[in-house]
């Protein structure tokens, strides 16, 4: 699973706790496409990170028991030339030649 699948998956869970309507545990897991004890691990992660988090058999659903908010924030710049080169192991074009050497392969060259 992509890192965007999985921040969106905590994000419907954090807002299903929040509107205090997940359903039972099965139902809950359920919903989501998960196992319950995969749920119940998600659920961890997110009580590591402070929040508390209650089940009311009464009225069949999670809820938090703190003020409990999830921010999420991503940043993304441009890789500099340099920030490239050392996260690739150096420019392609220049190892390409070596790689034919070694194993003695004679492709066509794109124009």
Same mark, same amino acid.
């Given at each position: 699973?992509?890192?965007?699948?999985?921040?969106?998956?905590?994000?419907?869970?954090?807002?299903?706790?929040?509107?205090?309507?997940?359903?039972?545990?099965? !139902?809950?897991? %359920?919903?989501?496409?998960?196992?319950?004890?995969?749920?119940?691990?998600?659920? =961890?992660? &997110?009580?590591?990170?402070?929040?508390?988090?209650?089940?009311?058999?009464?009225?069949?659903?999670?809820?938090?028991?703190?003020?409990?908010?999830?921010?999420?924030?991503?940043?993304?710049?441009?890789?500099? !030339?340099?920030? %490239?080169?050392?996260?690739?192991?150096?420019?392609?074009?220049?190892?390409?030649? =070596?790689? &034919?050497?070694?194993?003695?392969?004679?492709?066509?060259?794109?124009?």
């Amino acid at each position: 699973m992509g890192i965007f699948e999985t921040i969106d998956r905590i994000l419907i869970i954090h807002g299903l706790i929040q509107k205090e309507n997940t359903g039972t545990p099965d !139902e809950f897991a %359920e919903r989501l496409h998960l196992k319950r004890r995969q749920l119940q691990n998600i659920l =961890d992660e &997110i009580r590591d990170y402070g929040a508390k988090i209650a089940y009311d058999r009464y009225r069949n659903t999670y809820y938090y028991t703190n003020n409990f908010e999830i921010v999420i924030k991503i940043k993304a710049n441009p890789l500099s !030339e340099q920030e %490239e080169n050392e996260t690739f192991g150096g420019n392609v074009e220049k190892t390409f030649p =070596d790689a &034919i050497l070694l194993h003695r392969i004679f492709l066509p060259l794109y124009p």
